[in-house]
């Protein structure tokens, strides 16, 4: 079983930066894509960013292309959301995600969905 445990949410004025990182445990990290989902107030979860698990493959929801950038880094077991030119509608509750299977592409896992969840970190953008 994976344990998933996000850091770096916080409230953030719009066009400023926010980093989101991610630890994990359990199991062997470096064969499982990761990702970021997010969840408004009022909203169902959505994808926004997975990255498979040798860090050469990425796939980004089209609301963050350009903005966000999807990092891991496999000796720490980390994987990172760099979050760029923050809009109001970023606000969410963000959730760092691991791949049901192993060897999954980016892709796949965010078409399929992930197996396993953090707890969420509060993202706040205000205008």
């Known amino acids: 079983q994976v344990q998933l445990v996000e850091s770096g949410g916080g409230l953030v004025q719009a066009g400023g930066s926010l980093r989101l990182s991610c630890a994990t445990s359990g199991r062997a990290f470096s064969t499982y894509a990761m990702g970021w989902f997010r969840q408004a107030p009022g909203k169902e979860r959505e994808f926004v960013a997975t990255?498979?698990?040798?860090?050469?493959?990425?796939y980004y929801a089209d609301s963050v292309k350009g903005r966000f950038a999807i990092s891991r880094d496999n000796a720490k077991n980390t994987v990172s959301l760099q979050m760029n030119s923050l809009k109001p509608e970023d606000t969410a509750v963000y959730y760092c995600?691991?791949?049901?299977?192993?060897?999954?592409?980016?892709?796949?896992?965010?078409?399929?969905?992930?197996?396993?969840w953090g707890q969420g970190t509060q993202v706040t953008v205000s205008s």
């Open positions: 995600a691991a791949a049901a299977k192993p060897f999954s592409t980016a892709q796949s896992m965010a078409i399929k969905g992930p197996g396993s």
């Open positions: 990255i498979s698990g040798t860090g050469g493959d990425t």
